[in-house]
């Protein structure tokens, strides 16, 4: 790139009036008001249509067992765009029709449907605003940590608040929520995503070109292994996702408590991302993931077992090592091993495989768990965060230490 380039681009972020670390912040914050109430309480909503177990979790699994390959599609549509921010305002405002279409019926596969397409659509925009995260992170010099933290931020402010209001509304206030959620993440980000080119350098690729530079990322055995033992690690998260509040509920822990434990657990992830940043950047991507993997066997295994109110609460802080570790690893990880070109569907890959695949295998089993072994299914997630560890182990070996 040109010297002076990175300003005269950064300028042209900084025309709107706002700096570009704020406007960020501004978006990540607003796609997370759907996700800190649909993540943690969508079981609960399911569970009053009528679902079992079972098919809470056949719902649940649906959109993330097919994510590699509605993930790389979409992304590769998104690349077609002049534009970054054009796909994310569309996908934004599909997501709210299939969220919203939850309250419709409650017929399995009406719902199964509808959380397909509003899960699918949303979990692309996540990858896609990273892409412009990382690179104006690094150009501009500012934590990513920041605008990702803001967004975990809104994550706990929407699960508190739904936890409290539940205490008297009916559940049916959850799927409302998350759609109209979706509505104004689309508004804010037509307002305040950087007008940043999907292709500052040269002609767009065509639809071909761009399928080939997937297809060369698959073929490259420590990209492939990168994302597998990032996405063991982060599938790990599934029964906790899935049925943790009514595990918890069954303890005789209370809705808002419910929403306290979360919150902790977000707290601790916002609080890694914000504050520890210099340390992140002289640990190398390889020994988070060592790391995450050792605090998730252990999270988990101590879950199975059902463990006083008391002890959640440090168990709860294991998620700042568990999932938010483990996550800005794998990102640095697929950045450091991508060209530029191929950013954006290396990421979706990433998310595809670490927040759809294994996560998608294990929400599928994690029904059939809950209803055969209640809080002892944490044990089978538990062994795939042990998976995770041999593959975060096997990453850090000089052999395959290609990033700095």
């Known amino acids: 790139m040109p010297a002076g380039a990175d300003k005269a681009d950064g300028a042209a972020v900084h025309s709107g009036g706002l700096p570009t670390v704020v406007r960020l912040c501004l978006f990540y914050g607003a796609i997370y008001l759907s996700s800190g109430v649909s993540l943690p309480y969508i079981g609960t909503y399911l569970r009053s249509r009528g679902m079992s177990g079972g098919e809470i979790g056949l719902i649940l699994a649906l959109p993330l067992l097919l994510r590699p390959f509605t993930g790389a599609s979409l992304a590769v549509w998104a690349d077609g765009f002049t534009l970054r921010r054009t796909p994310m305002i569309l996908l934004l405002i599909g997501a709210g029709l299939g969220y919203a279409g939850l309250l419709v019926t409650a017929n399995l596969w009406w719902l199964a449907l509808a959380w397909f397409v509003g899960q699918t659509l949303l979990s692309t925009v996540s990858p896609l605003i990273d892409v412009i995260s990382l690179r104006r992170a690094r150009v501009e010099g500012f934590n990513y940590g920041v605008p990702r933290g803001t967004g975990s931020s809104t994550f706990i402010f929407a699960n508190l608040a739904m936890g409290a209001i ?12 998350i759609a109209a959620a979706c509505f104004i993440g689309a508004l804010v980000g037509a307002l305040v995503i950087p007008s940043e080119r999907v292709h500052a350098e040269g002609a767009k690729p065509d639809r071909s070109e761009r399928w080939k530079g997937l297809g060369d990322l698959l073929r490259d055995r420590t990209f492939v292994l990168a994302v597998v033992t990032a996405g063991l690690i982060q599938g790990a998260h599934a029964f906790y996702y899935g049925f943790s509040a009514i595990l918890w509920r069954k303890q005789g822990i209370s809705e808002p408590m419910i929403g306290v434990l979360w919150g902790v657990g977000v707290t601790a992830e916002v609080g890694f991302m914000w504050f520890l940043e210099p340390l992140r950047r002289r640990w190398t991507p390889e020994r988070f993931l060592v790391l995450g993997a050792l605090a998730a066997v252990v999270r988990w295994t101590a879950y199975a077992f059902q463990p006083p109110l008391w002890a959640l609460f440090p168990l709860q802080l294991l998620h700042a090592l568990t999932f938010a570790a483990s996550f800005l ?27 759809g695949l294994t996560l998608g295998v294990a929400t599928l089993a994690s029904g059939p768990l809950f209803d055969a072994f209640g809080a002892r299914g944490y044990l089978v997630t538990a062994a795939m965060a042990l998976l995770g560890l041999g593959g975060a182990i096997l990453l850090s070996r000089p052999a395959n230490r290609q990033i700095a």
């Not at 205490?167 to 409302?176: E, L």
């Not at 950013?343 to 927040?355: D, E, G, M, R």
Request: glycine content about 0%; cysteine-free; hydrophobic content about 55%.
């Open 166 to 177: 539940l205490t008297f509304a009916a559940p049916t206030v959850i799927a409302v929520w």
């Open 329 to 355: 690893a794998s990102l640095r990880l697929i950045e450091k091993l991508t060209p530029p070109a191929y950013a954006s569907p290396a990421q979706a890959i990433n998310s595809a495989l670490s927040s």
